[in-house]
C-alpha cells in the first residue's frame, strides 16, 4: 500500500447507457471500467493494468438477493463477456448498524 497516489474521473455516456471510470496512479497502474444494468444485476467490466503494461480483465456482478442481502460474484472476461460459472462468490448482509457484513460461502472459490 503505502504513499501512492490516484486520480480517476466517472462519467456517463447517454449513446450507450454506461456509466464508465478510469484511474491511474503514482505507480503506472491505469484501470478503465464500465458499469451497466443488465436485467436485476449491476456489472462491472473492469481491464487493470500494471505498470509493465500487464492488462487483466475482471468482471464483476452485484446482485441483490433480498431486502438484507446482496451478492457479489467476481467473473472472468474474454471478449468483454462474463465467464459463465464466476471464480468467487461472496454474499453480504446488512448489519443492523447499518453497514455490512460479508458471508463467505463454504466454498469460496471455483
Same mark, same amino acid.
Do not use: C, W
Given at each position: 500500500?503505502?504513499?501512492?497516489?490516484?486520480?480517476?474521473?466517472?462519467?456517463?455516456?447517454?449513446?450507450?447507457?454506461?456509466?464508465?471510470?478510469?484511474?491511474?496512479?503514482?505507480?503506472?497502474?491505469?484501470?478503465?471500467?464500465?458499469?451497466?444494468?443488465?436485467?436485476?444485476?449491476?456489472?462491472?467490466?473492469? /481491464?487493470?493494468?500494471?505498470?509493465? !503494461?500487464?492488462?487483466?480483465? %475482471?468482471?464483476? +456482478?452485484?446482485? &441483490?438477493?433480498?431486502?438484507?442481502?446482496?451478492?457479489?460474484?467476481?467473473?472472468?472476461?474474454?471478449?468483454?463477456?462474463?465467464?459463465?460459472?464466476?471464480?468467487?462468490?461472496?454474499?453480504? /448482509?446488512?448489519?443492523?448498524?447499518? !453497514?455490512?457484513?460479508?458471508? %463467505?460461502?463454504? +466454498?469460496?472459490? &471455483?
Amino acid at each position: 500500500m503505502g504513499d501512492g497516489l490516484s486520480q480517476g474521473m466517472n462519467y456517463f455516456v447517454a449513446d450507450d447507457q454506461q456509466v464508465r471510470q478510469f484511474s491511474v496512479d503514482s505507480r503506472g497502474r491505469a484501470t478503465q471500467s464500465t458499469r451497466e444494468a443488465q436485467g436485476s444485476k449491476a456489472i462491472a467490466k473492469t /481491464k487493470m493494468t500494471n505498470e509493465y !503494461g500487464e492488462a487483466t480483465d %475482471v468482471g464483476i +456482478t452485484y446482485t &441483490k438477493v433480498n431486502d438484507t442481502t446482496m451478492k457479489v460474484a467476481v467473473h472472468g472476461l474474454e471478449n468483454g463477456e462474463l465467464s459463465y460459472d464466476p471464480r468467487f462468490e461472496i454474499n453480504f /448482509k446488512k448489519a443492523k448498524n447499518g !453497514g455490512l457484513i460479508a458471508r %463467505v460461502p463454504d +466454498t469460496f472459490s &471455483k
